[in-house]
């Protein structure tokens, strides 16, 4: 008697929809909180609408666009099992490039993609992402929950996503309003954000032989704690800024540190100079140098050193930006300035040793 054989299956391969449709129920309270006026329809759409209607007040409008992920960050989360803020990371990667050029942002669609769906887990992330995009002050219009067994252990996973924004084109900001002069004002970054955890695991992990579970004293929290801190989503803080004073140019302090992320703002003709004299980095930043044995130079062209992001604005309008960015909660200084080029080859650097 021969044995009766079972047909081949989706289930079979490892790939649950059942539990993709309990996920999408689960995280559908959160991207409604996300929305905006603009948009139509909910979520379970193939596609997200934005009325573009909305453009009509703009005369010229120009719609910025970015895409990025959060890195080996959100292995910090899968390893301490919490997974309801690394979207705050995605929308910061995101939104915060969009409104460098003075753009506002509308919405952003996620993708997260995983080793097997676990419904709860994948909402606690969509939720994190919805909680971003509040505070950014654009909808979660959309978004692709994809399983890839075999591909990732069951409990891997990544998250990346897109956003638009929309500029007048009069009001684009950038290199060409950049003047000699014109002051360099840094704010605070929360932490890390989601920038060299390859290097900051490394480090921490391998070379020190850290747990997440330590307890730091010079953190006054747990390493894992320290490492999750979510990056700090500036687009809100950036656009009421640009409403009140004059701005000439952002840079958000991402991937290549702070000096290179400047220059790309900074017009050939000219060159900016950023004092370290006028902050002190967080004592991660310390911890890291320390451990490894990591040359500053090396930090700075991988971390933000403890700024997330800089205004670049003329003189008299600095007064009128500290104070906006002081009322909205913002820890933001003057830092550097605008010089003529000179004989640096080098679009900005660094000057001065940090304050201790």
């Known amino acids: 008697m021969t044995e009766k054989t079972t047909g081949a299956s989706y289930a079979a391969a490892g790939v649950d929809i059942e539990a993709g449709d309990r996920a999408v129920e689960l995280m559908k309270e959160w991207v409604k909180k996300t929305q905006r006026p603009e948009v139509l329809g909910g979520l379970g759409g193939f596609a997200g609408l934005f009325d573009a209607s909305a453009l009509k007040r703009y005369e010229r409008p120009l719609l910025a666009s970015a895409t990025d992920g959060v890195g080996t960050k959100v292995d910090i989360a899968r390893q301490m099992g919490v997974y309801d803020t690394i979207g705050h990371d995605l929308v910061a990667m995101v939104m915060d490039d969009i409104v460098v050029c003075g753009a506002e942002p ?51 996973f990544d998250v990346a996503g897109a956003g638009t924004g929309v500029v007048e084109y009069d009001r684009l900001l950038g290199a060409d309003r950049i003047r000699t002069g014109d002051a360099v004002i840094a704010m605070a970054s929360s932490g890390l954000h989601s920038n060299g955890y390859s290097l900051v695991r490394h480090v921490l992990f391998e070379r020190a032989k850290m747990s997440l579970e330590s307890h730091v004293e010079e953190l006054g929290r747990t390493l894992g704690e320290e490492l999750l801190e979510p990056t700090k989503i500036y687009s809100l803080d950036c656009m009421a800024l640009t409403r009140t004073a004059e701005v000439h140019a ?55 050193m403890g700024v997330g992001m800089m205004a670049v604005v003329p003189q008299e309008s600095v007064d009128v930006a500290l104070t906006v960015l002081a009322d909205r909660g913002v820890d933001a200084w003057v830092a550097g300035e605008i010089l003529d080029r000179g004989d640096h080859t080098e679009g900005a650097t660094m000057t001065g040793s940090y304050a201790s």
């Open 106 to 156: 509308l919405f952003m669609t996620d993708y997260i993609c995983v080793g097997k769906v676990h419904p709860e887990r994948v909402a606690a992330i969509v939720k994190g992402i919805a909680e971003g995009c509040v505070l950014a002050g654009c909808a979660l219009v959309g978004g692709e929950t994809a399983e890839h067994p075999g591909l990732l252990g069951p409990d891997d």
């Open 250 to 304: 952002y840079s958000h302090i991402t991937g290549g540190g702070l000096a290179a992320n400047l220059a790309r703002v900074i017009p050939d003709h000219l060159h900016a100079t950023v004092d370290r004299s006028t902050w002190t980095p967080g004592a991660i930043f310390d911890l890291v140098g320390k451990a490894g044995q990591v040359e500053q130079l090396e930090l700075e062209k991988t971390l933000n």
